[in-house]
């Protein structure tokens, strides 16, 4: 009978949270990226989840695998300013954020601002950067805002980040920083296609007969709508006993015999965001344990490290957090 009640409670709930904009805008997204991106619907619908959810989303995948064109074709769905800054090894940290530039005329310095101040900047090969230019973004990417010579200066929004890199094994790359993994709410891995796929990309790009693939795609979304749609993501509705579900699942990465390092209150903050949002996108306003499963991998795999002995025997976070899941019984 109290379940009967709580249904009851979501349903009245639900009709007075209108999603009926949220879900034409992802649809329009989806329908946009559809037109050049072929077999990628999990990797595009990450993209959205996190942009709902105010987050940055680092892309991984080997070389030729859509990573940056997913990337530039979905900023450009958005009416927004984007920015593309290429990572080398020979790249400053001024060459991110900008600098202080002395005026002759004035005999004042000026601040120069870098790419990094924009709406949506995609950071390619985000891997191939020493620590130093990495640690750059730190601020900027936590607390929307650069200090440069004890002046602070703010992004406007909407700010998002999507940074793509190779595999760690390949050859001139860095490992990036645990501190600065953590500020990214997903990470997002693209495998090759499908051989059904690969022929509908090779009929794709037969069909474009040249044309860019940008030339396909419209911006679909404002600032001021994704922020209507941003604020309709709070209030969605997660029972108590889900958020102790979260945080009982992130508590057991901390001391689980596998891991070398666990989960922090941030990847916790993570997982409640991302499942809001993928509440919202699938149409409803309250939260399903099935929401809070769909986001633990994307949202905690690259916040934990494995023990060096079980990584040596092959082990993966992915497969942790599925131990994990298993192991914490599932509220209904």
Known sequence: MENQTNDNENLDFQNRIPLEDLKNSVSQLKAQLSQVIVGQETFVELLIAGLLSNGHVLIEGVP??????????????????????QFTPDLMPSDVLGTSVFNAKSAEFEFKAGPIFSNIILIDEINRAPAKTQAALFEVMEERQVTIDGKRYEMKPPFMVLATQNPIEQEGTYALPEAQLDRFIFKIEVPYPSLEDEIRILQSHHERKGRLPESEIEAVLSPKKLEELRIQIHEIVIE??????????????????????????????AVMRASKAFAAIDGRDFVKPEDIQKALVPVMGHRLIISPDREMEGMTSASVIEMIRQSVEIPR
């Open 64 to 85: 030729g695998v859509a990573k940056t064109v997913t990337a530039k074709l979905f900023a450009r769905c958005l009416q927004t300013d984007f920015s593309r800054i």
């Open 240 to 269: 108590e006993k889900l958020l102790s579900y979260i945080a009982e699942i992130v508590h057991k990465t901390r001391n689980h015999p596998h891991l070398y390092l666990g989960a922090s209150p941030r990847a916790s903050i």
